[in-house]
Nanobody
Framework: VQLQASGGGLAQAGDSLTLSCAAS????????LSWFRQAAGKERKFVGF?????YYDDSVKGRFTLSRDDAKNTVYLQMNSLKPEDTGIYYC????????????????WGQGTLVTVSS
């Protein structure tokens, strides 16, 4: 499976953005799909995952929503009420078995899309 992330851009605090992660070469529905983000100079951190259910980091819970369109083989990350601390490069990642919040457990990565939120 190959992943292509898109949808990043500039936003102001309180705005919304939707990121997409499109898969090719395999069915995304057969994988756990997670989003991570990495702020400048910081480690890559878990944001949320979707499989049969969704799970979110506390920092985004209630503001971010994951959804999937299996017909398009795409997962979406709807980000509402954006904050400056949401700024970073967002990566989608997939793994075929169990869920993990650790980036080192994922071997399939998209190229990242930059989200910048100004105050």
């Amino acid at each position: 499976v190959q992943l292509q992330a898109s949808g990043g851009g500039l936003a102001q605090a309180g705005d919304s953005l939707t990121l997409s992660c499109a898969a090719s070469g395999g069915a995304l529905s057969a994988h756990i799909l997670s989003w991570f983000r990495q702020a400048a100079g910081k480690e890559r951190k878990f944001v949320g995952f979707i499989m049969r259910r969704t799970y979110y980091d506390d920092s985004v819970k209630g503001r971010f929503t994951l959804s999937r369109d299996d017909a398009k083989n795409t997962v979406y990350l709807q980000m509402n009420s954006l904050k400056p601390e949401d700024t970073g490069i967002y990566y989608c990642a997939a793994r075929p078995d169990s869920f993990s919040v650790w980036s080192y457990d994922y071997s399939i990565w998209g190229q990242g899309t930059l989200v910048t939120v100004s105050s």
